[in-house]
């Protein structure tokens, strides 16, 4: 990128609370699963004279993500209707908040690489009800119609808007995965990009560097992944740039990212908020919020990720890196801490936390991907996994060895030691019977001792590894190494 302009960024997230029912109505929230059009009643299906009424759980979390994200809890706070006629809404509105919304001026701490870190202002976090969702369907003889499921329409969201305070795709990304750690670890959205619990709307323009004015912003619909926000941020910044280079305005406009494509395609030109004719919502009172209530939600609050990651970092001396990855997961750090304590008698603690970091950053995340597992179904617990570590830490078990029972615990559970042994794993730590060996490996690789005595020293890394695949790699490489020399220097000074 060139250093003639600027690009700002600012993003919208909306996530599902976790509630067990609607935000007005006491249908079930778990439209995913459900057949549709089973999760309905008249109030969300926007019959005429029924009231709405309103889920204390949903205003309590998002009371919660505001805390987290540092913002204030307006004392009072009211409802209102987004008008904008479109299928999907069956009342023809949309119970929104528009000038008082329950949490407003936090802030998010992210990393970048030029400065070492900056915040993120958060503009609002507001409560609304989803949507219904339109099924295009096409039949063989090219007819095209559209089917509604009102399953989802009613379902609470939180909407957080941050202030347009990236200037790169990378930070809008940094940004993003931090909300998400922020939203997982205390618990008020399941936050799954994949089943649309997490979507994310991006406003970007880009404008001359040094200019006080912002661009013509374009806003880019319906991303449903971190990678695709990204992308779509990345196809947007260079268009636009280009298009201020060969002279262009950049035409404010609503754009939707098509993944197959690459691209971003325009969908609506010229949108603004007024268009939408907010009105206060007479069906429900404004809310009051107490000192009190805060504080009681405030006194439920869990360790938020980045304070976490500094405790990981100062007490257990895990690095930045380390730190981080881990904190990108909660069950990850849940894991970590609930192992630890099986290690304190075995292990220094500091060792014992780098060696827990390394498996469940490197080996658990491998098996993650590789299976396509979530965390119910990954059956490692604590117990199991700090002996498997001890294992290790003794050499009873080489490295390698250990990766094989770790996957099997990963999908099976099961006491390492028993594993070991039922796939004959268990290290040869015996002097005698490694000797036996080694004595054996040197006189078959005659031509490869002879090189050693004529001075070259790597000769001693080809025996200990034929000593290692005698042994099936079950003899201790380190006393195998320690053999294999010595056995070597006695030849050379006989
Ligand atoms: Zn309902």
Known sequence: MTDKYETVIGLEVHSQLLTLSKMFCPCGSDYQDSEPNTRVCPVCMGMPGVLPVVNKKAVNLVIKTGLALECEISPETKFDRKNYPYPDLMKGYQISQFDIPIA??????????????????????????????????????????????????????????????????????????????????????????????????????????????????????????????????????TRQRKLLDAGHNIEQETRGWSDDRGTTLSQRTKEYAADYRYFPEPDLPPILISNEWVKSIQSEMPELPAKKKERYIDLFGLSDYDASVMIGDKESTQLFENTLPYLSESMDQKDAAKATANWINVDLNRMKNELKYNWPEIKLNPKEFAKLIILVDDGKISNSMAKTVFDDMFVNGGDPIKISEDKGLSQINDASSIQNVVTETLLENQSAVDDYLNGKDSAVRYLVGQVMK?????????????????????????
Not at 179 to 200: D, K, P, Y
Not at 201 to 214: E, F, Q, T, Y
């Open 104 to 237: 407003l001026g936090g802030r998010l701490s992210i990393k970048t690489p030029e400065t070492g870190g900056k915040y993120i202002r958060i503009t609002r976090v507001h409560l609304e009800e989803d949507v219904a969702k339109l099924v295009h369907r096409k039949e063989p003889n090219g007819e095209t119609y559209s089917l509604l499921d009102i399953n989802r329409a009613g379902v609470p969201l939180m909407e957080i808007v941050s202030e347009p305070d990236m200037n790169s795709p990378e930070e809008a990304n940094e940004y993003l995965t931090n909300l998400h750690s922020i939203i997982r670890f205390v618990e008020t959205s399941t936050a799954n990009m994949e089943e649309g619990s997490f979507r994310c709307d991006a406003n970007i323009s880009v404008r001359p560097l040094g200019s006080k004015k912002l661009g013509s912003k374009v806003e880019i619909k319906n991303v449903n992944s971190f990678r695709s926000v990204f992308r779509a941020l990345k196809y947007e910044e």
């Open 470 to 494: 005698k042994t099936k790699g079950q003899a201790n490489p380190q006393v195998a190494s320690k053999m294999v020399t010595s056995a070597l220097i006695k030849q050379k000074t006989q």
